[in-house]
């Protein structure tokens, strides 16, 4: 049940939400998950400063129910870093890529 946020202050076309939605859900093994149960949101033209300036940038927040291996997090951090680099035209140090684990979860009415 992983939900990744990606948090930016540029523009995101419906295009490069549908290629990066679909690249993190290739990329979501790296730490043990599948598609079917991931969620993805976007939020474009944040008001983000990142060192100081107002420069293209993002921010990643990924919650998960449970937990993952630090390697598993190493690959993902390099996948998901990549992906918004490339689909959004960022550099890769102008993101960051947080995570939550998280113990409860619900879904459907009721809890994992």
Known sequence: MPFIN???NVTISKEQEEAIKSRFGEVISDIGKTESWLMVGF???AS?????QDSPCAIL???LYGKA?????????KDVTQIVSEELQLPSDRI???????????????NF
């Open 6 to 8: 990606t948090k930016t």
């Open 43 to 45: 939020e474009e033209k």
């Open 61 to 63: 927040d990924i919650s």
């Open 69 to 77: 291996a630090p390697a598993a997090y190493e690959s993902l951090t």
């Open 48 to 52: 983000l400063y990142f060192k100081g």
């Open 96 to 110: 960051y890529v947080k995570y939550q684990e998280v113990d409860y979860w619900g879904w459907n009415g009721g």
